[in-house]
T-cell receptor
C-alpha cells in the first residue's frame, strides 16, 4: 500500500532534549512538508523540501531542523531551542505533476514535552 | 496576518440537511483552493479542489463554489451525514514565492447530529 508513515504516534520527551520525528513515504513524491497543528489553529508550515538534498524554511522554522538525504524520508528534529514544542506534527508529500498541489498527509505524531 | 480565514470555528447541522462551510482569502494571486477533512488524531485527507478559472466543482455530495470577486469560497455537503463530523480546513496555493505551498485556514468543526 502506498502512503506516508509517521512514527511514533505519541512521543514524550523531557524539556531540553532534542527529539527526531520520522516521516517516510513510498508514493514516489518529490516534495515533502512538515506542519505543526495547535488547538484551534490551522496547519502551520515548518519546513518543506521540493527535491532531495534541498529544503526551505516555512513560516515557523525556528527551533527545528530537517534533512532530505533520500527521496522517501524527511525527518524533523525538534531542538531544545523550540520554546513551545508540545504539538501535533504532520508530515505531507505531493507530486509536482499536479498543479493544485494536493498534499497527502501522514497520521501525525503527538509530541508532549514534560 | 491570515491569508486564509475560516471565521466559523464550529457548525452544527441536522443529518440530511445541507452543511455550508465558508472560507475567505486575501491574496488575489491564489490559483487553487482545496478542502481537507480531518478527524481527531489523524492526518487531513483531501476532499475536493477548485481552480481559480472555475466557479464550481462538484464531487458526489460535495460541491465547492468560488467567488473570485469576493475572494470567498464555500463547501456544500448535501445531504449531511453523521460520518461527515470532522474539522474541515480550507487551503489555498499558487501565491508565488513558495509556489505550490498550501496556506491553511484555522478550520471549522462540523457536527452532524442524527
Amino acid at each position: 500500500d502506498g502512503g506516508i508513515t509517521q512514527s511514533p504516534k505519541y512521543l514524550f520527551r523531557k524539556e531540553g532534549q532534542n527529539v527526531t520525528l520520522s516521516c517516510e513515504q513510498n508514493l514516489n513524491h518529490d516534495a515533502m512538508y512538515w506542519y505543526r497543528q495547535d488547538p484551534g489553529q490551522g496547519l502551520r508550515l515548518i519546513y518543506y523540501s521540493q527535491i532531495v538534498n534541498d529544503f526551505q524554511k516555512g513560516d515557523i522554522a525556528e527551533g527545528y531542523s530537517v534533512s532530505r538525504e533520500k527521496k522517501e524520508s524527511f525527518p524533523l528534529t525538534v531542538t531544545s531551542a523550540q520554546k513551545n514544542p508540545t504539538a501535533f506534527y504532520l508530515c505531507a508529500s505531493s507530486t509536482q505533476r499536479v498543479v493544485w498541489n494536493e498534499q497527502f498527509f501522514g497520521p501525525g505524531t503527538r509530541l508532549t514535552v514534560l | 496576518d491570515q491569508q486564509v480565514k475560516q471565521n466559523s470555528p464550529s457548525l452544527s447541522v441536522q443529518e440530511g440537511r445541507i452543511s455550508i462551510l465558508n472560507c475567505d482569502y486575501t491574496n488575489s494571486m491564489f490559483d487553487y483552493f482545496l478542502w481537507y477533512k480531518k478527524y481527531p488524531a489523524e492526518g487531513p485527507t483531501f476532499l475536493i479542489s477548485i481552480s481559480s478559472i472555475k466557479d464550481k466543482n462538484e464531487d458526489g455530495r460535495f460541491t465547492v463554489f468560488l467567488n473570485k470577486s469576493a475572494k470567498h469560497l464555500s463547501l456544500h455537503i448535501v445531504p449531511s451525514q453523521p460520518g461527515d463530523s470532522a474539522v474541515y480546513f480550507c487551503a489555498a496555493s499558487g501565491y508565488g514565492g513558495s509556489q505550490g505551498n498550501l496556506i491553511f485556514g484555522k478550520g471549522t468543526k462540523l457536527s452532524v447530529k442524527p
